[in-house]
Nanobody
């Protein structure tokens, strides 16, 4: 499984960005896709997940502001980020989990200015 993330950038507080993660390879083996983020000096944390059955999960810090979705025809998972805050600044990574392996895409930088 290969993952290609895109869509990061610089935005003012209160603004919006949409991240995309295009997947290729053994897609049938993917059970969950998700977004993680890692801010400078902090551990990588889970932001949101989307299961093959359509269930979603959000961390408390983004619930109500971020939306994860998938376009199966494009093999792409999106993270719509609204009402962005400076504390959302981080490198965002997409990930795909099969039954026993987690695949990572390259990170995309999101910077929110105050």
């Amino acid at each position: 499984v290969q993952l290609q993330a895109s869509g990061g950038g610089l935005v003012q507080a209160g603004g919006s960005l949409r991240l995309s993660c295009a997947a290729s390879g053994r897609l049938f083996s993917i059970a969950v896709m998700g977004w993680y983020r890692q801010a400078p000096g902090k551990q990588r944390e889970l932001v949101a997940t989307f299961t093959s059955g359509g269930s979603t999960y959000y961390s408390d810090s983004v619930k109500g502001r971020f939306t994860i979705s998938a376009d199966n025809a494009k093999n792409t998972v999106y993270l719509q980020m609204n009402s962005l805050k400076p504390e959302d600044t981080a490198v965002y990574y997409c990930a795909a989990k099969t039954s026993n392996v987690v695949y990572w895409g390259q990170g995309t930088q999101v910077t929110v200015s105050s």
